[in-house]
C-alpha cells in the first residue's frame, strides 16, 4: 500500500503541475509580440519545463501503481483515464518540441486536467484482476489502444486551436453554433467533476437490490440521489429518493443516474458562465488562439492522425481481437465496446480518405479532427459506462 500512497500523491503533483503550466502557456500567447517571441519567449520555456516535470511524477504515479496492483494499471477507469491524461500530455511535449507552439499547450493541457479530474471521481482502490482480464494481451491491448486515441486527442486539439482562430464569432452562423456546442460538452465534463465532488463531500450512498439480466440477485450503490433504478430494484436505505424509472438489464441505470446528474449540472455551469462573461465561450477563449498558425494547425491535425490511427488500429482492433479470443474464445462479438471502436476506426478511416482523394484540407480537416474525438469520448464514458456488456467490469 506504501506504492499506493505514492501514486496518489505523484499524480496530486502531476495535476498541479499541468494547472501551474497552462498559467505559464496563457502567459506565453498573450505576452508574444511577434512570431519570433510566440515561438520562443520567458513563459514557453518555463511552461513546457513545467509540463515536463508533471508528466515524469505522472509516469512515476503510473509505474508506482503498477508495483502496488501488480499488473499493469489501466484495468479500470480510474487507472485507464489518468493513464490517458498522461499519454495526452506525452503526445503534447513531443508535438510542441517538434512545433514550438504554446497555443497548443493552452487547449492540450486543459483535456488532460479535465480527463485526471473525471478519473479521480471513480474508485481508486487497488483491486485485483478478475479472470478475463489476467492476460498480458489485455495490457498490450489497452496501453496501445490509448497512446492512438492520445495522438489522436492532439488532432483535435490543433482542430480546435485551427477553427477558434478562423471562425468569425461576431456573426451567427452554423459554425459558430457548432463550436459552441464542443465548449458545451467540456463544461459539461467539468460538471460532472463538480456533481460527483459535490455529493462525494456530502457523503451521499443510497444502497439497491435489483436482477440481472441473467436472472440474478446483486446490490448496487449509488452515490447520488437515483433517477433511475436497476431492474427490479428495492431500496436498502431508508428515505432514499424513488427512482423516477425502471431501466432494462441492458442499460446501466446508476450509471445513467450520474450522467444525467452530471448534464444538469454542466448546463447550469454553462449558463452561468455565459451571464458572467456575456458572450460566448467560443469567443472567451479565441484571442489564446489569434497568433497560432494556421497552416502549422492543419499539419499538426492531419499528421496527428497519420501517426495516431495505426496507432489505434492496432490497439483497439487488432490486440484487441486477440485478447477477446483469449478470454471468450471469439475474435469478434458485436459487444456494445467493439461497435463502436469499429466506428471509430471507420469515421478516421473517412478522414484519411477525405483529406488525401478529396482535399479536405483546413476547416473541414479541423472539424472532422474534432468530431473524431467526440467519438472516441463518448466510446469511453456512454459506452462504456451506461450501456451493460462484456467491458462493464472496466
Known amino acids: 500500500m506504501q506504492f499506493a500512497s505514492l501514486s496518489a500523491n505523484l499524480l496530486f503533483v502531476s495535476f498541479i503541475a499541468y494547472l501551474v503550466a497552462m498559467m505559464f502557456f496563457g502567459g506565453a500567447v498573450k505576452g508574444s509580440k511577434s512570431a519570433a517571441t510566440y515561438k520562443n519567449n520567458r513563459w514557453g520555456n518555463i511552461a513546457i519545463v513545467i509540463t515536463i516535470i508533471g508528466f515524469i511524477t505522472h509516469l512515476g504515479s503510473f ?6 496492483s501488480g499488473h499493469a494499471p489501466v484495468s479500470n477507469m480510474f487507472e485507464f483515464m489518468t493513464a490517458f491524461g498522461m499519454m495526452i500530455v506525452g503526445a503534447f511535449i513531443l508535438l510542441y518540441f517538434l512545433y514550438r507552439t504554446p497555443s497548443l499547450g493552452l487547449f492540450a493541457l486543459p483535456l488532460a486536467v479535465i480527463i485526471i479530474g473525471y478519473a479521480s471521481m471513480f474508485p481508486r482502490e487497488v483491486s485485483p484482476l478478475i479472470p478475463a482480464l489476467q492476460s498480458y494481451w489485455l495490457t498490450i491491448h489497452v496501453i496501445t489502444a490509448a497512446i492512438g486515441e492520445a495522438i489522436l486527442a492532439m488532432s483535435a486539439v490543433a482542430g480546435l486551436v485551427y477553427l477558434l482562430k478562423h471562425i468569425d464569432l461576431t456573426k451567427k452562423s452554423k459554425q459558430r453554433f457548432w463550436l459552441e456546442s464542443v465548449m458545451f460538452t467540456l463544461v459539461l465534463v467539468i460538471g460532472f467533476v463538480l456533481s460527483s465532488s459535490t455529493f462525494a463531500v456530502m457523503g451521499y450512498e443510497a444502497k439497491f437490490t435489483y ?16 433517477l433511475f433504478g436497476m431492474n427490479a430494484y428495492e431500496s436498502l436505505t431508508p428515505d432514499t429518493m424513488t ?8 442499460v446501466n441505470a446508476k450509471t445513467l443516474t450520474t450522467f444525467v446528474w452530471s448534464v444538469a449540472t454542466g448546463t447550469v455551469l454553462y449558463l452561468l458562465l455565459r451571464l458572467v462573461f456575456r458572450r460566448p465561450l467560443a469567443a472567451v477563449f479565441q484571442p489564446f488562439a489569434k497568433k497560432a498558425n494556421a497552416q502549422m494547425m492543419d499539419e499538426i491535425g492531419y499528421r496527428s492522425v497519420l501517426i495516431g490511427f495505426p496507432v489505434f488500429s492496432l490497439g483497439a482492433l487488432v490486440f484487441a481481437m486477440i485478447w477477446a479470443h483469449e478470454a471468450w474464445s471469439r475474435f469478434w462479438g458485436w459487444d456494445p465496446k467493439e461497435v463502436w471502436a469499429l466506428i471509430t476506426w471507420l ?46 467490469y472496466a
Open 347 to 392: 469515421f478516421y478511416a473517412a478522414y484519411l480518405h477525405l483529406r488525401l482523394s478529396r482535399g479536405w484540407e483546413g476547416e473541414k480537416s479541423a472539424w472532422l479532427a474534432v468530431i473524431g474525438f467526440i467519438i472516441i469520448m463518448f466510446n469511453l464514458l456512454a459506452v462504456n459506462l451506461i450501456i451493460a456488456g462484456l467491458h462493464s
Open 243 to 250: 427512482p423516477l424509472a425502471e431501466m432494462p438489464p441492458i
Open 211 to 226: 436482477v440481472t439480466k441473467d436472472e440474478q440477485p446483486a446490490q448496487i450503490v449509488y452515490n447520488y440521489p437515483p
Open 63 to 68: 509505474i508506482a501503481r503498477w508495483i502496488a
